[in-house]
């Protein structure tokens, strides 16, 4: 287990489990928790002992209920653009993980919680979890990569309708719209992720990898151009101990031992 100041990080049977630690505060994100996950989510990148991340929060209200308003007030316009450009650029780095991501949303995710859950490649919800992009009725938008993931994800007219109106809902509405993987009860959300994660992690590593690059950067361009990119991430697998030990697993009618090699 690795401590830091606002952030737990831990890593078990190669899930990588990143809990937001600042449950008074509804682990929202003040300057200091941007940084250190900033921090975090580089070094897991090129950990190659993790192979699926899973982050959640502490306690049981909030996954995050976004920026720290507490410290928001403090701060001078200039301070409060290095804040937004922080959160842009760690979020981008959560979306660009090369181990695919789950959120294990545990409580309310409003504005940059919600924004961090969409940065992830799943998202499993417990039933009584609220969440939403309510940064117009603050005055300002969605700064962290809203406006950009939610529409990928769900659509642009209803994208509109969420951000435009700040509407809250919760998870089986959420659901419903495309959001989210999973919605279960509370008891079962952390062994909900796991499963998903031990699903992903029989197969192997590098391939999981790059078939994750494939889509996400083949999402943004012509199919031409994502077919190519699909031709690359292929091309990285072919010289892989993993891909030689999954033909010789099946001639043996056994089942593969991946090593991320």
């Known amino acids: 287990m690795k401590m830091l100041k606002n952030l737990l990080f831990e890593v078990k049977n190669h899930i990588g489990y990143v809990t ?137 007219a209803k994208a509109k309708e969420l951000i435009l109106t700040a509407q809250r809902f919760d998870a089986n509405e959420a659901y419903g719209f495309g959001l989210l993987t999973k919605v279960v009860e509370r008891e079962q959300l952390m062994a909900t992720a796991i499963e998903l994660a031990e699903k992903m992690m029989a197969n192997a590593p590098i391939a999981l990898q790059q078939a994750k690059y494939a889509i996400n950067y083949g999402m943004s361009v012509d199919v031409q151009t994502g077919l190519a990119i699909e031709s690359k991430a292929y091309e990285v697998t072919i010289p892989t101990k993993d891909r030689m030990e999954a033909l010789v697993a099946f001639a043996e009618k056994r089942k593969p031992n991946f090593k991320g090699e």
């Not at 650029?89 to 695919?100: G, I, N, R, T, W």
């Not at 789950?102 to 919800?125: K, P, S, T």
């Open 20 to 156: 937001l630690n600042r449950e008074a505060a509804f682990n929202c994100f003040n300057y200091e928790t941007l940084k250190e996950l900033g921090e975090l989510v580089e070094e897991i990148s090129t950990n190659k002992e993790v192979r699926v991340v899973i982050f959640t929060g502490a306690g049981e209200k909030a996954f995050s209920a976004g920026a720290d308003l507490k410290e928001r007030r403090t701060l001078t316009d200039a301070q409060v653009k290095r804040n937004v450009n922080k959160i842009s650029e760690v979020f981008h780095a959560v979306a660009s993980l090369p181990q695919p991501t789950i959120a294990a949303i545990n409580g309310v995710a409003f504005g940059g919680g919600f924004e961090l859950m969409i940065a992830c490649d799943f998202r499993i919800a417990i039933n009584e979890a609220k969440m939403g992009l309510t940064e117009v009725s603050w005055g300002i938008i969605p700064g962290a990569g809203g406006t950009q993931r939610l529409p990928r994800l769900i659509g642009e």
